[in-house]
T-cell receptor
Framework: AQSVTQLGSHVSVSEGALVLLRCNYS??????LFWYVQYPNQGLQLLLK??????LVKGINDFEAEFKKSETSFHLTKPSAHMSDAAEYFC????????????FGKGTTLSVSS | DADVTQTPRNRITKTGKRIMLECSQT?????MYWYRQDPGLGLQLIYY???????NKGEISDGYSVSRQAQAKFSLSLESAIPNQTALYFC??????????????FGPGTRLTVL
């Protein structure tokens, strides 16, 4: 069975500050991991994904995430927050086995203040 | 044009009414999914379909049914809507054969309110 835990339902940062959104997963098989972003009144957009290649994954808008198997983590970071980064962020896990769907975390809302 | 479209985008209905939400995609993907999103709960899988003849229940299928009319169309029905089905509903598609590793592509969502 697979599961995802996002630590912190709400994170607040100042513009220009480091963004760190935490995600821990549980999987009995090698996982694929994803971060999606949802801007207000919009659908979900893929930020980045880990598919067993490089452990440090770079995504859109200067976001990146590092897969750490020993810590079962896939935390999302961005060096300098912009006001436009304010959104809800979802971590998700799937496996490389046929017939599996994505399992989503409960989401983290990021607020950015000026 | 959007690859994954949902109709309607907003719907207000009354308890006991039958409602159908429709999803169409032009991505040519075999796999389609329906999720509901509630504040603080993330996305929960309602049903998924890996091809036209394959329909599977997700974690919260009670009170819902689906129909996969074609590769490109996947409809979600609420046979008798109740207020706790008020939520944002998303359709998604994926295609493992293209090396996207399970990545899903989402529609814009349907906001359903049941009074």
């Amino acid at each position: 069975a697979q599961s995802v835990t996002q630590l912190g339902s709400h994170v607040s940062v100042s513009e220009g500050a480091l963004v760190l959104l935490r995600c821990n997963y549980s999987s009995s098989v090698p996982p694929y991991l994803f971060w999606y972003v949802q801007y207000p009144n919009q659908g979900l957009q893929l930020l980045l994904k880990y598919t067993s290649a490089a452990t440090l994954v770079k995504g859109i808008n200067d976001f990146e995430a590092e897969f750490k198997k020993s810590e079962t983590s896939f935390h999302l970071t961005k060096p300098s927050a912009h006001m436009s980064d304010a959104a809800e962020y979802f971590c998700a896990v799937s496996s490389n086995q046929a017939g599996t769907a994505l399992i989503f975390g409960k989401g983290t809302t990021l607020s950015v203040s000026s | 044009d959007a690859d994954v479209t949902q109709t309607p985008r907003n719907r207000i209905t009354k308890t006991g009414k039958r409602i159908m939400l429709e999803c169409s995609q032009t991505k040519g993907h075999d796999r389609m999914y329906w999720y509901r999103q509630d504040p603080g709960l993330g996305l929960q899988l309602i049903y998924y379909s890996f091809d036209v003849k394959d329909i599977n229940k997700g974690e919260i299928s009670d009170g819902y049914s689906v129909s996969r009319q074609a590769q490109a169309k996947f409809s979600l029905s609420l046979e008798s809507a109740i207020p706790n089905q008020t939520a944002l509903y998303f359709c998604a598609t994926s295609d493992p054969g293209t090396g996207t590793s399970g990545e899903q592509f989402f529609g814009p969502g349907t906001r359903l309110t049941v009074l």
